[in-house]
Every structure is written in C-alpha cells, then in structure tokens.
C-alpha cells in the first residue's frame, strides 16, 4: 500500500470518526445537560464548600448552635454535586470518542 492510500484511508476512518461524534453531539440537549467543563468547575466549588462545612462540623459539631446548620450546609452540597454529576450529557462509547 502506498503512502498516498495510507493517508486516504486515515483520511476515511477520521471522517467516519467525526460523522459518529456529531451524531453522539446532535443528542446533546441544552435543556437537560451541561457541559462537561462547567460540570467540572461547579464540581470545585461545591468540593470546596463541602468540605469547609464538613471541617467546621468535625471541629464544632457538638455545638449544637451550629451543628444543624453545617449538616444542612453539607448534605446541600451533596444533593448539588449530585445534580451537576447527574445533568452531564451520556458518555458516547469509546468507539465514537475523537482520537487525538
């Protein structure tokens, strides 16, 4: 095989590659998901306030002016990293993947 087939068919398997991605893309719904990046952002966030509110509990918690409060804060965060984590677009299977 020469050097201008290999690169023709590289060309081929690229462009099917890219017709899967935009098919997997196309089922991508603005309404129900998020992007992957802001998911990842909101995820620091949230990490960042549950584990403040998890530290004061582990230090105050048998204050019970405080206590009920860095739960709430808590299990809220919980319940948020739930919700990013269930608002991502599905993975498409690795065949459909770009390759880089």
């Given at each position: 095989?020469?050097?201008?087939?290999?690169?023709?068919?590289?060309?081929?398997?690229?462009?099917?590659?890219?017709?899967?991605?935009?098919?997997?893309?196309?089922?991508?719904?603005?309404?129900?998901?998020?992007?992957?990046?802001?998911?990842?952002?909101?995820?620091?966030i949230?990490?960042?306030?549950?584990?403040?509110?998890?530290?004061?509990?582990?230090?105050?918690?048998?204050?019970?002016?405080?206590?009920?409060?860095?739960?709430?804060?808590?299990?809220?965060?919980?319940?948020a990293?739930?919700?990013v984590?269930?608002?991502?677009?599905?993975?498409?299977?690795?065949?459909?993947?770009?390759?880089?």
């Amino acid at each position: 095989m020469s050097s201008l087939e290999n690169i023709y068919k590289k060309m081929a398997e690229a462009a099917a590659g890219a017709d899967a991605l935009h098919e997997t893309t196309q089922k991508f719904d603005s309404t129900q998901h998020i992007s992957p990046v802001v998911a990842h952002e909101l995820n620091n966030i949230i990490a960042i306030i549950r584990g403040y509110a998890d530290r004061l509990l582990f230090k105050h918690g048998e204050n019970p002016a405080l206590e009920p409060h860095l739960k709430l804060i808590s299990e809220a965060a919980k319940r948020a990293a739930t919700i990013v984590h269930d608002a991502l677009p599905p993975n498409p299977p690795p065949s459909q993947q770009p390759t880089t």
